[in-house]
């Protein structure tokens, strides 16, 4: 072989490798790149947490069937939450069961599909609230919603649109098209939309 066909093979392989190796540096500069400020900052499968004041005693418990946290926003979105809250005697007063829920860092907690918030103080007048979606300030225990709403209470169910309440003093207004039936501790079952 002559040196020139030399020079031309090697030219040739010193060309060829720098385009694979330009190719192979440029395709490992793509690899797909998360952006890690939407991603929770960690999740978790059948979870528990209790919730204490600053003084120590118990404000909430919490068991959910998956939790995820999300450093960005300050939220935590739960799937199947169980939250009983407690009052400053640490004697519980209110379950509250969702389909899915959301505790913002302001301590507002978003609840969707079958809210059921039950009383579980013996002497009070409202045993149970139902309905579609609720907000509750954790901190002051005022609790809303825009839905169709059922309240329970002592020989009585109300129905109606939205509803205005507070889980410490234990009472609930409802704001439009309200109906009560007294003496009926079963009618949730037969009532009709209107």
């Known amino acids: 072989m002559k040196k020139k066909n030399i020079i031309y093979i090697l030219l040739i392989i010193l060309v060829t490798s720098a385009y694979y190796y330009q190719r192979d540096e440029s395709t490992s500069n793509n690899i797909g790149i998360t952006d890690l400020s939407t991603q929770p900052i960690y999740q978790s499968d059948r979870m528990e947490t209790m919730v204490y004041d600053p003084t120590g005693k118990l404000n909430y418990k919490i068991v959910a069937d998956t939790v995820k946290r999300f450093d960005n926003t300050g939220e935590t979105l739960f799937e199947s939450p169980d939250f009983t809250l407690y009052n400053s005697d640490a004697n519980k007063t209110w379950h ?65 649109i939205g509803l205005l309440g507070n889980l410490h003093d234990k009472t609930a207004d409802i704001l439009e098209n309200v109906k009560t039936y007294y003496n009926t501790p079963n009618i949730t079952d037969n009532l009709t939309d209107n």
């Open 96 to 160: 509250i069961l969702a389909k899915h829920a959301t505790l913002t860092k302001d301590k507002l907690l978003y609840l969707n599909k079958q809210v059921v918030l039950t009383n579980l103080s013996p002497d009070s007048q409202l045993h149970k609230i139902i309905t579609d979606s609720a907000k509750i300030d954790l901190t002051t225990q005022i609790v809303t919603s825009r839905d169709k709403v059922t309240i329970e209470g002592a020989n009585f169910t109300s129905t109606g």
